[in-house]
């Protein structure tokens, strides 16, 4: 069965860019122009995916987020034009589960959009993961970096797969402490630090100068490619 995504942008030229390249990947693709709008959607038929865009008219994005957070679990991609620290903070923190910064290609928003729904529509078991030279075999539960097989504990395995799923994307302590469950029921936030140090042990060239799983100051981690 088809995805069906809601794109809620209120640029229409820019929200049938978007209609197009995500139909052309086989999404059924509703566009809307503001936040109750968007609201409105949402409640009569719940998206496998909702497209939100921060700065629209009526109800902003974030408030939009905040209110669906409150009555539904449905994945949301943000769009934002700011790129600032605290900004990419409230989009997280107001129930997104991704973000873009505007100006995007409407490919990369095709590519994280697929990403999510890859895993909020439970398919992440069939997947290797490749970023540069680390590999995360999801069904075997492996790991190799540089070649070498790198041995994880449970919690450490189900962020680095989480964190592979989306190179380069920041995720929140909260996040990935939220990757976590299940495996780790009595973890606090604090414990994502001791076990990204002991990934950085085991997948960095360098750990004291991590290339692969990088800090953003005040945000969180984010993984990427690292040395060639």
Known sequence: ????????????????VLRRYLSAEGYDTV???????????????RPDLLVLD?????????????????ESTVPILMLTARAGEDDLLAGLDGGADD?????????ELTARARALLRRTRGRTEELVLTVGRLVVDVARHQVEADGNPVSCTPGEFAILAAM????DRV????????????????????????HVLNLRRKIEPNPKRPARLVTVYGIGYKLTAGPA
């Open 54 to 70: 921060v700065m629209m008219p009526g109800l902003d994005g974030l408030t939009v987020a905040r209110v669906l957070r409150a």
């Open 1 to 16: 069965m088809s995805a069906y995504l809601l794109v809620a942008e209120d640029d229409r030229g820019q929200a049938e």
């Open 99 to 107: 973000y873009l910064t505007k100006p995007y290609s409407p490919r």
């Open 171 to 194: 995720f929140t302590r909260a996040q990935l402490l939220e990757r976590t469950r299940g495996v780790e029921r009595d973890s606090v936030e604090r414990s994502i630090d001791v």
């Open 164 to 167: 592979a799923e989306q190179p």
């Open 31 to 45: 566009v809307v122009h503001d936040g109750r709008a968007a609201l409105d959607q949402v409640r009569r038929r």
